[in-house]
C-alpha cells in the first residue's frame, strides 16, 4: 500500500508533492542531490532522523543531526569498512555465504520422496545478521548455525517497527518519550535476556573487552584506533546491527525472488556463470568481489535488483534553511521538511525507461549500437547515480 501510494503521488502531483502541513515529498533526483550535496546549502537533517537511537543521549552517525559531530564521527569510521584497516572483510562474507549454502543443501534439498519447505526470506535475514555481527563483533551470533532466530532479535525489530516508523515521522513524540518508556517498548535494558537489551549488552561488553586491551583487526579495531570514545563505539555497533542487517537482507531476499521468478533472466546468468566456471575465472567454493566485477550481466542483475527493491523507500528527510528556498520553480519556506521518495527516483520512465515496473537486468548494459552508443552511455552513467542515492549522497551520506 505505501509503495503504491509513492507511486501515485509523482504520477497525480509531480516530482514535489506536499503530504503535510510543513511536509514535501520529492522523487526528483537533483533536487535530493542538491539538498545532501556536500556544499549543503543550508540543508540539515530533520527530526526524522533522531527516531533511529535509542535514546536522546545516544546519537550515532546515521541519527545525529549536528552537523560537526557527523563530520567527525564519519571521518573516524570510514576506514573501518575498507580492506586496508579491515583485511577480513571479505573472507568473513565468504564465510557466512558457504554457511548459507551448507545449511541449505543439509536441510532443505527436496528429493523425489520428499518436498522440504524452506523460507528464503527467513534465511536471508540470518545470513546478514551473521554477517554483520560476525563483522562487528568478530564473531558470528549464529542465526545460520541454530537455523533459528538467535536471541529473539528478529522478532524483537518486527515488533518495533510502526513505533519507530511513527517515531520518525513525529520527532514531538520522540521527545515526549521518556528514556525508560523507550526502555520498555524496545526491551533494551541491558538486563534483558532476548531481543535488543541482550545485544545492547553484548556490544557493552564487547567494549569493555577492547578497551582493556583487547586488539583485533577488524571494523571495531578500525573505530577505535580513530577515536570513538566508548559511548560512541557501541552506539556505532547497535547502528550497524538494525540499518545493516534489515537493509540488505530486503535487497538480497527481493533479488533472488526476482531472479528464480523471471527463467529467462536466471537462465542467462547461469549461462554467464558456467562459461566463467568452465574458463577458470571464478574461484571455488566462493566467488570473489574481483572476479563478479568482471561479469557484466551479474553486475546487471545486481543493479537492477537495488533498483526494484529499494531498501527504504522513503525518508531521509531534510530542514529547508531559514529563509527558504525555490527548487524546481517554487518557493519553499524554511523550515519545511523534505522527504526523499527513493522509490519513485528508481521508477522514473524518463531514466529507466517505460518498463520500470519489470525486473529487466538488460536495461544496465550498453548496446553499442552506433549513433546511440553516446546517449545510451549518458543514461547508463544517469541511472547509476540514481541507484547509488540507495547509499546516501554527499555530505550526509
Not at 577505535?224 to 546491527?241: A, K, V
Not at 527504504?312 to 523534505?338: E, Q, W
Amino acid at each position: 500500500m505505501a509503495r503504491q501510494y509513492l507511486r501515485a503521488l509523482a504520477l497525480e502531483y509531480g516530482h514535489i508533492a506536499r503530504i503535510g502541513p510543513s511536509d514535501l515529498i520529492t522523487d526528483d533526483a537533483d533536487i535530493i542531490r542538491y539538498m545532501s550535496g556536500s556544499r549543503g546549502h543550508g540543508y540539515e537533517r530533520s527530526g526524522w532522523y533522531t527516531a533511529f537511537s535509542q535514546d536522546s543521549e545516544s546519537a550515532n552517525v546515521f541519527s545525529t543531526s549536528d552537523s560537526a559531530y557527523h563530520d567527525r564521527l564519519r571521518a573516524q569510521m570510514i576506514a573501518g569498512y575498507g580492506r586496508k584497516e579491515n583485511p577480513g572483510f571479505e573472507s568473513s562474507i565468504d564465510e557466512q555465504v558457504t554457511s548459507l549454502t551448507n545449511l541449505i543443501e543439509r536441510k532443505y534439498l527436496s528429493a523425489e520422496s520428499e518436498t522440504r519447505r524452506m523460507d528464503l526470506g527467513e534465511l536471508i535475514s540470518y545470513f546478514t545478521l551473521d554477517v554483520i555481527t560476525d563483522l562487528t563483533f568478530g564473531r558470528a551470533f549464529g542465526f545460520l548455525a541454530k537455523d533459528g532466530d538467535v536471541y529473539e532479535y528478529l522478532a524483537a525489530f518486527s515488533s518495533t517497527t510502526l513505533f519507530t516508523t511513527l517515531m520518525s515521522l513525529s520527532p514531538s513524540l520522540r521527545q515526549f518519550l521518556s528514556k525508560r518508556w523507550l526502555a520498555s517498548i524496545f526491551g533494551s535494558t541491558q538486563g534483558a535476556s532476548v531481543g535488543f537489551g541482550k545485544l545492547t549488552r553484548l556490544s557493552a561488553e564487547l567494549v569493555e573487552k577492547r578497551v582493556a586491551g583487547e586488539e583485533k583487526s577488524d571494523m571495531f579495531g578500525s573505530f577505535m584506533r580513530h577515536g570513538l570514545t566508548p559511548r560512541e563505539l557501541q552506539n556505532s555497533i547497535i547502528l550497524q546491527l538494525v540499518a545493516g542487517s534489515d537493509t540488505s537482507a530486503s535487497t538480497i531476499g527481493g533479488t533472488l525472488l526476482h531472479l528464480i521468478t523471471n527463467p529467462r533472466v536466471l537462465q542467462r546468468l547461469r549461462d554467464e556463470m558456467d562459461a566463467a566456471v568452465s574458463t577458470g575465472k571464478i574461484s571455488r567454493p566462493v566467488i570473489q568481489a574481483s572476479e563478479a566485477k568482471q561479469l557484466p550481466y551479474l553486475q546487471a542483475c545486481i543493479r537492477e535488483g537495488l533498483r526494484a527493491n529499494v531498501p527504504l523507500s522513503a525518508g531521509f528527510a531534510k530542514k529547508v534553511p531559514k529563509g527558504g528556498d525555490t527548487l524546481a520553480g517554487r518557493y519553499v519556506p524554511g523550515g519545511t521538511r523534505i522527504y526523499h521518495n527513493t522509490r519513485g527516483v528508481l521508477r522514473n520512465k524518463d531514466v529507466f525507461g517505460e518498463d520500470v515496473d519489470t525486473y529487466r537486468p538488460e536495461r544496465w548494459l550498453d548496446d553499442g549500437t552506433g549513433g546511440k552508443e553516446t546517449k545510451r552511455s549518458e543514461q547508463r552513467t544517469r541511472m547509476l547515480k540514481d541507484v547509488d542515492l540507495n547509499f546516501g549522497y554527499g555530505k550526509w551520506g
